[in-house]
């Protein structure tokens, strides 16, 4: 029936999206408000800042920083460690933690935590540290919004996002046992970071060490190594300032960050103007995705020379007078 209404909504409006999604109950369609979301609204690009800026908030915990360095994949499979997150992460968006598949997925994953364990004992024994994970997984696009000065979600669209990720959480077991303490609405999600954000966790090296390696593998992914330090900038714009001291990834360069959120601005408003998607845009990284991502570094190379020769040419100019 679902995908009935989206056809018949697509073939008769070109902003078919938020006419679809209003018409769901988030009380009991939560799932399908999130699956639209995921599968219309995401791209590869804004979800790798998704998943470096997620892991670098958690791993604030000294404890999550060792346990993510515990297998070195982080720093030695880089790019390997992104693909196959996203591949696990994808049943859980477009299928719903109501699912046998999502079921199963979760509870492989807390059968690794618990092997882990074994060599980390304690690493997976802290209600927070499957809290703040789902809690971001929620907030992230709402944390972007408010750093670009954009109208926040409507509240159907929280309402959603808190179900989804509070019957997510539930599957997850910590070392002695069930997890508790999931925040009740959306608001609570977002006191909630805040508060994680402000702990006085102190600045480890392990934890430095994993938030380069981390943003590393978005720079490599996306940007010709001349631009690097864009990509670095792109992350930690979208960062607390506390985060950024705590893992000492500054400083930060703000006039690079103001054409950053010009440019996120921008994208945001082509996306409210131009017409909605035909077809489901969720990132499978298949072969086609890595043809796509050295076309963009190309495109972003042929960007930074032009640049740089109409500045020498300006410059040139300006001199001669």
């Given at each position: 029936m679902a995908t009935a209404k989206i056809e018949t909504l697509k073939a008769g409006n070109s902003k078919w999206l938020q006419a679809y999604l209003d018409s769901l109950n988030p009380e009991t369609e939560w799932e399908e408000i999130i699956r639209t979301l995921a599968n219309y609204t995401l791209n590869e690009f804004v979800l790798n800042i998704s998943y470096v800026s997620n892991f670098i908030l958690v791993i604030q915990e000294p404890l999550g920083?060792?346990?993510?360095?515990?297998?070195?994949?982080?720093?030695?499979?880089?790019?390997?460690?992104?693909?196959?997150?996203?591949?696990?992460?994808?049943?859980?968006?477009?299928?719903?933690?109501?699912?046998?598949?999502?079921?199963?997925?979760?509870?492989?994953?807390?059968?690794?935590?618990?092997?882990?364990?074994?060599?980390?004992?304690?690493?997976?024994?802290?209600?927070?540290d499957f809290i703040m994970p789902c809690v971001q997984m929620a907030i992230f696009g709402h944390n972007m919004k408010q750093r670009l000065g954009l109208p926040a979600d409507s509240p159907q669209m929280q309402l959603a996002w808190h179900r989804w990720c509070k019957e997510l959480f539930n599957l997850f077991l910590k070392e002695s046992g069930p997890v508790a303490g999931f925040p009740e609405d959306f608001q609570g999600m977002v006191e909630y970071a805040n508060w994680f954000n402000h702990r006085p966790f102190k600045s480890t090296e392990k934890g430095h060490l994993a938030s380069v390696?981390?943003?590393?593998?978005?720079?490599?992914?996306?940007?010709?190594?001349?631009?690097?330090?864009?990509?670095?900038?792109?992350?930690?714009?979208?960062?607390?300032?506390?985060?950024?001291?705590?893992?000492?990834?500054?400083?930060?360069k703000k006039w690079l960050g103001f054409f950053i959120l010009l440019m996120f601005r921008v994208m945001f408003w082509l996306?409210?103007?131009?017409?909605?998607?035909?077809?489901?845009?969720?990132?499978?990284?298949?072969?086609?995705?890595?043809?796509?991502?050295?076309?963009?570094?190309?495109?972003?190379?042929?960007?930074?020379?032009?640049?740089?020769?109409?500045?020498?040419?300006c410059a040139y100019v300006v001199m001669s007078y």
């Amino acid at each position: 029936m679902a995908t009935a209404k989206i056809e018949t909504l697509k073939a008769g409006n070109s902003k078919w999206l938020q006419a679809y999604l209003d018409s769901l109950n988030p009380e009991t369609e939560w799932e399908e408000i999130i699956r639209t979301l995921a599968n219309y609204t995401l791209n590869e690009f804004v979800l790798n800042i998704s998943y470096v800026s997620n892991f670098i908030l958690v791993i604030q915990e000294p404890l999550g920083s060792e346990a993510l360095v515990h297998t070195e994949k982080v720093f030695d499979r880089k790019q390997e460690r992104f693909v196959d997150s996203v591949r696990y992460f994808t049943p859980w968006f477009l299928d719903g933690p109501s699912s046998e598949r999502v079921r199963k997925s979760v509870s492989s994953l807390n059968n690794t935590h618990m092997r882990l364990a074994k060599r980390l004992p304690g690493r997976w024994d802290n209600d927070d540290d499957f809290i703040m994970p789902c809690v971001q997984m929620a907030i992230f696009g709402h944390n972007m919004k408010q750093r670009l000065g954009l109208p926040a979600d409507s509240p159907q669209m929280q309402l959603a996002w808190h179900r989804w990720c509070k019957e997510l959480f539930n599957l997850f077991l910590k070392e002695s046992g069930p997890v508790a303490g999931f925040p009740e609405d959306f608001q609570g999600m977002v006191e909630y970071a805040n508060w994680f954000n402000h702990r006085p966790f102190k600045s480890t090296e392990k934890g430095h060490l994993a938030s380069v390696a981390l943003i590393q593998q978005f720079c490599e992914r996306w940007f010709p190594k001349l631009l690097h330090f864009v990509g670095h900038e792109i992350i930690i714009t979208f960062l607390p300032d506390r985060t950024v001291e705590r893992h000492r990834l500054g400083p930060r360069k703000k006039w690079l960050g103001f054409f950053i959120l010009l440019m996120f601005r921008v994208m945001f408003w082509l996306q409210s103007v131009l017409p909605d998607p035909k077809q489901p845009s969720y990132p499978h990284l298949d072969s086609q995705s890595v043809k796509r991502i050295t076309k963009m570094k190309m495109a972003l190379a042929a960007v930074m020379s032009i640049a740089t020769i109409s500045t020498i040419i300006c410059a040139y100019v300006v001199m001669s007078y």
